[in-house]
């Protein structure tokens, strides 16, 4: 393994950072999508009557109704992006990113980072934010927040959501079917990052990103082999792991996010 030292110089020295998080880092910070433990004791109901043992399982789970699922869905939100406290870790990858122009990809969807203070037009949200809204007709009528709408139901006055264009009720921004829109605009402003610092001295941290989300492991290789001046750094991956053609400009740590993130930052 590379000494830290070199991780902090490619670090002090970049024109750029670029952040992909995925489903590792949404654990690092309280969601769990796959936990089979906690979720049938905190949602019974839910587990015993669809059968379901996790929140990924759930929310592939068509409901019997659209006020069951907005019920679900506003108790999911509110407890895990509302009422998000950013853990000591994000805290300390916000202090290192403050410092550099960045850029954060995540293929994950609790609105994280935007909590945290992380400038929204710097995030793209690869899988959407749940903390949105889109038209369940299958019609591209834009996106609103869905947190008012959050906020009622968990006081017990919820009304789902209907779409203004043509009245077909709101489900969220997340690809739970064919109706999925990404953000292409935030898409858009990525892109033009990349575009902007391919001459650039660039460091590519990636954050517990797993095969669930590729478009965030092998593109961003891909990249960091096209361009000499970039370097990637993998928190929770080996050296092993990493392609062969960046392996002399790359560092896998294979360790908790945690204490990758404390000990880069330092």
Request: net charge negative; glycine share 4%; proline share 4%.
């Amino acid at each position: 393994m590379k000494d830290f030292k070199e991780i902090k110089k490619w670090s002090a020295d970049a024109d750029a950072v670029i952040v992909t998080a995925g489903n590792g880092f949404a654990q690092m910070e309280g969601l769990d999508m796959f936990d089979n433990l906690a979720f049938p004791i905190e949602y019974k109901n839910i587990s015993e009557k669809y059968h379901v043992k996790t929140i990924a399982d759930a929310l592939d789970k068509d409901f019997d109704s659209w006020d069951e699922k907005w019920q679900f869905w506003s108790q999911l939100i509110n407890e895990y992006s509302v009422e998000y406290k950013p853990s000591k870790a994000m805290k300390q990858l916000k202090e290192l990113l403050n410092r550099k122009n960045y850029f954060i990809a995540t293929s994950t969807f609790d609105h994280f980072f935007e909590k945290a203070g992380f400038d929204q037009e710097k995030i793209f949200n690869v899988f959407g934010d749940w903390t949105m809204m889109q038209c369940s007709s299958g019609l591209n009528h834009g996106t609103r927040s869905d947190l008012s709408t959050v906020k009622r139901y968990v006081n017990g006055q919820g009304e789902v959501p209907r779409c203004e264009d043509c009245n077909s009720p709101m489900e969220l921004h997340m690809p739970l079917n064919t109706h999925f829109f990404p953000d292409e605009d935030a898409n858009t402003r990525f892109r033009w990052f990349l575009t902007r610092n391919q001459t650039n001295k660039v460091v590519v941290l990636e954050l517990g990103v797993d095969p669930t989300s590729p478009q965030l492991l092998d593109p961003m290789a891909k990249l960091v082999e096209q361009f000499k001046d970039w370097h990637y750094v993998a928190a929770d991956l080996s050296q092993d792991e990493l392609p062969d053609d960046i392996q002399k400009r790359s560092v896998g740590l294979e360790m908790a996010l945690p204490e990758a993130i404390e000990k880069i930052s330092k």
